[in-house]
């Protein structure tokens, strides 16, 4: 079955409000920035808004829900997307498809969490009661541990090395020093991501996102009320989501594009040789050296070899991630699965300021969340595209 392309839909108005490494506020106040931001740069009112896309950790014990009431808002249509990295495709997705029906005009998709001191441990103490239940008895070592397992089996599959990990990472900090929303603004050698104090073999310090406060937005729109709005704005080429794909794999070495990979090209009616840019979810960089295979970009296992020959800065010949991602930008919760996508639509639309890739018109964007001790249970990606591509 052929799906009905995302025709008359668009992006707009792509929101980061600067992450902060600890914050007293709540989940709400950031969501509620990000919201305001994206209204006002799409010069919008509340009222206005009648469709909103929420994904948020630390918004317990209230649902998008109760944040209606708490923003006074009245949406018609209302979501919640509880699916970590991939949260922001999907909600694209959702809320495309929505404005597409006539179920909405103008949607707004918001992610974000606060980070107080204790938040990230009380976060991992109920994420999932499957990782809990296997691996508590060997002493559980929370994320780290899981995707070292998955980081080892890579390395060992495929003959990965520490540099080639270090390489992705090294080249993000380069990135993360033109955005200054970037937590992290000290530049990276190779040399010093290999001397890192080890946190669970394989993995070491510069391998692990740092949790922090902060919220990402964009806004799904009509094509016709982007163009009347003078808002610069991105089409939608193509997506696609999976969940709980190979089944049958003893370890995860592959994600769930694999399953549609052939439609998400065939849809964007383009190749890999096409993009201009990749943003890829990396809250560890063998997540991203996954992605760049399992998308079409190298044969599997081919990734350690394709990222030595290629340059991921924003200058290079394969930039990725250019905002520095979460690995040097800083993970913001729920906000994690946004910031490739927001960055993308930035990208696209020429709007990127210091994190300009140049001539950057056409743009892949993945994402993977909700870790299950031993994968990831959520995959999704999108082709996206600006006005002149």
């Given amino acids: 079955m052929t799906r009905q392309p995302y025709d008359g839909v668009v992006l707009a108005a792509p929101v980061t409000i600067p992450y902060t490494r600890y914050s007293t506020e709540t989940a709400h106040w950031w969501i509620a920035r990000?919201?305001?931001?994206?209204?006002?740069?799409?010069?919008?009112?509340?009222?206005?808004?009648?469709?909103?896309?929420?994904?948020?950790?630390?918004?317990?014990?209230?649902?998008?829900?109760?944040?209606?009431?708490?923003l006074g808002l009245s949406p018609r249509w209302l979501d919640s997307?509880?699916?970590?990295?991939a949260s922001g495709v999907v909600a694209l997705r959702r809320a495309a498809r929505a404005v597409q029906a006539g179920d909405a005009?103008?949607?707004?998709?918001?992610?974000?969490?606060?980070?107080?001191?204790?938040?990230?441990?009380?976060?991992?103490?109920?994420?999932?009661?499957?990782?809990?239940?296997?691996?508590?008895?060997?002493?559980?070592?929370?994320?780290?541990a899981n995707f070292a397992l998955l980081t080892d089996r890579y390395m060992q599959e495929?003959?990965?090395?520490?540099?080639?990990?270090?390489?992705?990472?090294?080249?993000?900090?380069?990135?993360?020093?033109?955005?200054?929303?970037?937590?992290?603004?000290?530049?990276?050698?190779?040399?010093?991501?290999?001397?890192?104090?080890?946190?669970?073999?394989?993995?070491?310090?510069?391998?692990?996102?740092?949790?922090?406060?902060?919220?990402?937005?964009?806004?799904?729109?009509?094509?016709?009320?982007?163009?009347?709005?003078?808002?610069?704005?991105?089409?939608?080429?193509?997506?696609?989501?999976?969940?709980?794909?190979h089944t049958a794999d003893p370890i995860q070495l592959r994600g769930g594009w694999t399953v549609d990979i052939d439609e998400l090209w065939e849809m964007a009616g383009c190749?890999?040789?096409?993009?201009?840019?990749?943003?890829?979810?990396?809250d560890y960089p063998v997540i991203s050296a996954m992605q760049i295979e399992d998308l079409g970009f190298c044969p599997k296992g081919e990734a350690p070899q394709f990222i030595r020959d290629h340059d991921l800065t924003i200058a290079g010949?394969?930039?990725?991630?250019?905002?520095?991602?979460?690995?040097?930008?800083g993970q913001a919760g729920a906000?994690?699965?946004?910031?490739?996508?927001?960055?993308?639509?930035?990208?696209?639309?020429?709007?990127?300021g210091p994190t300009q890739v140049a001539g950057a018109k056409r743009a892949a964007v993945a994402g993977f969340g909700m870790i299950n001790y031993d994968r990831g249970l959520c995959s999704a990606a999108a082709i996206i595209e600006g006005q002149g591509a």
Avoid at 81 to 85: C, F, W
Avoid at 167 to 179: E, G, K
Avoid at 341 to 350: D, F, K, N, S
């Fill in 105 to 144: 005009h103008i949607v707004a998709c918001v992610a974000g969490d606060t980070n107080h001191i204790d938040s990230f441990r009380r976060l991992l103490s109920s994420f999932s009661r499957f990782a809990m239940d296997a691996g508590y008895p060997y002493g559980y070592g929370g994320p780290n």
């Fill in 158 to 245: 495929y003959g990965a090395t520490r540099e080639d990990f270090g390489r992705i990472c090294v080249a993000q900090r380069d990135n993360a020093l033109r955005n200054p929303h970037a937590v992290m603004k000290k530049p990276l050698t190779l040399e010093q991501y290999l001397s890192a104090r080890p946190i669970s073999d394989p993995i070491a310090l510069f391998d692990c996102v740092m949790p922090v406060a902060g919220s990402e937005a964009y806004l799904v729109m009509r094509e016709e009320d982007a163009q009347r709005r003078s808002l610069p704005y991105a089409r939608i080429c193509s997506t696609i989501e999976r969940h709980n794909a």
């Fill in 335 to 352: 906000a994690g699965g946004f910031i490739g996508l927001v960055e993308a639509i930035r990208q696209v639309t020429g709007t990127a």
């Fill in 34 to 70: 990000a919201l305001r931001a994206a209204l006002k740069t799409a010069d919008l009112s509340p009222k206005s808004l009648d469709g909103l896309s929420v994904a948020s950790f630390t918004l317990f014990p209230d649902t998008p829900v109760g944040l209606t009431q708490h």
């Fill in 81 to 85: 997307v509880p699916m970590g990295g």
């Fill in 317 to 329: 010949d394969f930039p990725h991630n250019t905002s520095g991602g979460q690995l040097s930008a």
């Fill in 271 to 282: 190749t890999p040789a096409d993009i201009d840019l990749l943003q890829t979810y990396d």
